[in-house]
């Protein structure tokens, strides 16, 4: 089955650094890619969709200068949160969809992030 | 606030027995889908449902999506240990560019 790999499973970084998050798909092309933070017992959030070759689209009270995101490539999308604080430390995931495809959205494992 | 509301939120329920997570809305959805999260990984799909009315059977899962595409249950016949987790409810809606949104979520507890 398709599979979407994420990197790194987990950082831990001081405050004020920037950190980047990958997520890639394995075996298919992705023309969207979504990006979900989920706090400790909750849900996930969206926080974005990005589409390969274009800007991303940032859901509401998501700050696009704070969360940059990247999508390269049909097979590549980045995360990069900058001047990271510990209110950023939570738990990203991305999901990616192949071309043409409705469903599903294929999820990568996560990456959970501390910042101290 | 969130779009799409699950009930209950936490289940702790004996190995065997029934229980039912409903999934609801205002919006209607084109399609809903059904995930189980396992603490540090990401969500696996279970099932999508798109037809009003429809229900859908994973083994001991039973999915039904309302005829009016705005809720959905979740039914678990003899739960088992292995059944714990977090499950979460996700709709889409055809004009929003394939994005789709959780639920609040429910955690389920099945002790032995």
């Known amino acids: 089955g398709a599979v979407v790999s994420q990197h790194p499973s987990w950082v831990i970084c001081k405050s004020g650094t920037s950190v980047k998050i990958e997520c890639r798909s394995l075996d298919f092309q992705a023309t969207t890619m979504f990006w979900y933070r989920q706090f400790p017992k909750q849900s996930l959030m969206l926080m974005a969709t990005?589409?390969?070759?274009?800007?991303?689209?940032?859901e509401q009270g998501v700050e696009k200068d704070k969360f940059l995101i990247n999508h390269a490539s049909l097979t590549l999308s980045t995360l990069t949160v900058t001047s990271a604080h510990p209110e950023d430390s939570s738990f990203y995931i991305c999901?990616?969809?192949?071309?043409?495809?409705?469903?599903?959205?294929?999820f990568g494992d996560g990456t959970r992030l501390s910042i101290l | 606030t969130q779009l799409l509301e699950q009930s209950p939120q936490f289940l702790s329920i004996q190995e065997g027995e029934n229980l039912t997570v409903y999934c609801n809305s205002s919006s209607v959805f084109s399609s809903l889908q059904w995930y189980r999260q396992e603490p540090g990984e990401g969500p696996v799909l279970l099932v999508t449902v798109v037809t009003g009315g429809e229900v859908k059977k994973l083994k001991r899962l039973t999915f039904q999506f309302g005829d009016a595409r705005k809720d959905s249950s979740l039914h678990i016949t003899a739960a088992q240990p292995g059944d714990t987790g977090l499950y979460l409810c996700?709709?889409?809606?055809?004009?929003?560019?394939?994005?789709?949104?959780f639920g609040s979520g429910t955690r389920l507890s099945i002790r032995p």
């Open positions: 996700a709709g889409a809606w055809r004009s929003s560019a394939s994005k789709i949104i």
């Open positions: 999901s990616a969809r192949g071309t043409g495809d409705s469903w599903p959205q294929h």
């Open positions: 990005s589409n390969e070759g274009s800007k991303a689209t940032y």
